[in-house]
Nanobody
């Protein structure tokens, strides 16, 4: 249902744009999120965009990452600027209809070299 892409290797200070293709009407979902794998047992929240276009970011990416969506093409994006080595991780997209089990895409690897 979801397919993430756009990861890669970039130098510190560089940029990447992650994409998450949603194979249904993206407006069906209350919110769509980006998570990263992290080092804990649960994935770590990165950014969210709601059906109405409201956005939320984890503190460490505020001012550097921008989440957006295209309701016509059914794609969500994460624009990642001023990347740091600590941003390196596997990033996952997640789509949520409240009251239902969230849907996850496969991860895309981001590697930032110092």
């Amino acid at each position: 249902q979801l397919q993430a892409s756009g990861g890669g290797l970039v130098q510190a200070g560089g940029s990447l744009r992650l994409s998450c293709a949603v194979f249904r009407n993206i407006s069906d979902f209350n919110e769509i999120n980006w998570y990263r794998k992290g080092t804990r047992t649960q994935r770590t929240f990165v950014a969210r965009i709601t059906r109405d276009g409201n956005t939320i970011y984890t503190e460490s990416v505020k001012g550097r990452f921008t989440i957006s969506k295209d309701n016509v093409e059914n794609v969500m994006y994460l624009e990642m600027n001023d990347l740091k080595p600590e941003d390196s991780d596997v990033y996952f997209c997640n789509a949520q209809v409240y009251g239902r089990r969230p849907q996850w895409g496969q991860g895309t690897l981001v590697t930032v070299s110092s």
